[in-house]
């Protein structure tokens, strides 16, 4: 193509196919692999080599030979990759793709918590920044933060942040006082029981699959067949005999489900459960971040080495290995950060 070509108007003239065929052409060019969120659109989906929830892509970052990582979520996924991988670049089709969720708790409110709180336990969603995860003692997902909450002492008070509807999920599965930072995710928020219920009525047959970070969480729990992360969503819709689930989560989820589960029926819980930032990525976007080796994130050295401690933290709860090999003369500096 010709570098006037390369323009959103151009790209966008192009059908879905033979942009997603030139896409994988310069993503072999330039020795790359593309990493993709569950809630990205499917073209970008069909482009890329794997397809996961945040911590899924981190993992398999590391796992890559390629030099180069084109990352297809938002900011804080693409700075997790980027501090995990040090000798690789990272690279994300949009700068602007961030995390409303992730922005609504900053390092120096961690940091009063904590110079209040002597001793106490800051457990961090992964959906946040690399400056809040350096000020944090653990990091959790969805699918392993009861499992992180119940490995922390019972006489140790816990603070967890950002998201408002995941910590009282998990506060109320694990009996624990936990204080739980007011921040949730604008997508799952629009979620509400209303619009639940008159979907069961119209399909009884259908499971209801719930994201813990929903806004309806607190008065819908009970009613929910399962309470799941985005991969456990779809692990379980494979092995599920339902044929029809409503899905209460960011509706880009649903292009997998369908895709894996042609004879199943997903219905999304809410139509306005979009995240605009994951939207912000398009198949034009990705070619020409290949083409011209942008945007590239990366992390402050003393930022990560902090953050990766939380993050490794969590992995040695759950009984994975660390994320990365770390001595435990390493381990044990970056420990005094916290105390």
């Known amino acids: 193509m010709r570098p006037q070509d390369f323009s959103e108007a151009g790209l966008s003239s192009l059908p879905k196919e033979k942009l997603i065929a030139l896409v994988k052409e310069m993503k072999a060019k330039r020795n790359a692999v593309i990493l993709a969120h569950n809630y990205q659109e499917g073209p970008i989906q069909e482009a890329a080599d794997f397809v996961g929830d945040s911590l899924k892509l981190a993992q398999h970052a590391l796992k890559v030979e390629q030099p180069l990582i084109l990352f297809c979520g938002v900011h804080f996924m693409a700075e997790t990759a980027a501090m995990l991988c040090p000798e690789k670049k990272v690279l994300v089709p949009d700068l602007a793709a961030g995390c409303s969720l992730a922005d609504m708790v900053i390092p120096s409110q961690v940091r009063a918590w904590k110079k209040e709180h002597p001793g106490g336990v800051v457990v961090c969603y992964i959906n946040t920044s690399a400056a809040v995860k350096a000020e944090c003692d653990y990091c959790c997902t969805s699918a392993n933060g009861l499992e992180v909450i119940e490995a922390i002492p019972r006489e140790k008070e816990i603070f967890f942040v950002p998201d408002y509807y995941l910590g009282s ?68 819709v494979k092995d599920s005999p339902s044929s029809a689930f409503i899905v209460a989560t960011e509706n880009g989820i649903l292009y997998r489900m369908r895709k894996e589960n042609p004879g199943k029926t997903f219905l999304p819980a809410s139509e306005h459960a979009a995240c605009h930032h994951m939207q912000r990525n398009t198949l034009e976007k990705v070619f020409r971040s290949l083409v011209r080796l942008e945007y590239e994130v990366t992390v402050e050295p003393e930022i990560a080495r902090r953050a990766v401690i939380c993050i490794n933290r969590m992995m040695e709860v759950t009984g994975k290995p660390e994320i990365i090999p770390l001595s435990e003369d390493w381990i044990l500096e970056a420990a005094n950060d916290f105390r």
């Open 169 to 236: 999920y998990l506060k109320a599965k694990s009996g624990r006082p936990i204080e739980v930072w007011k921040g949730y995710c604008p997508a799952h928020a629009v979620i509400n029981p209303g619009e639940i219920e008159h979907l069961q009525e119209a399909y009884p047959e259908a499971e209801f699959l719930m994201h813990p970070e929903c806004g309806c969480l607190t008065k819908q729990m009970d009613l929910a067949d399962r309470i799941l992360s985005t991969d456990g969503m779809i692990r379980y």
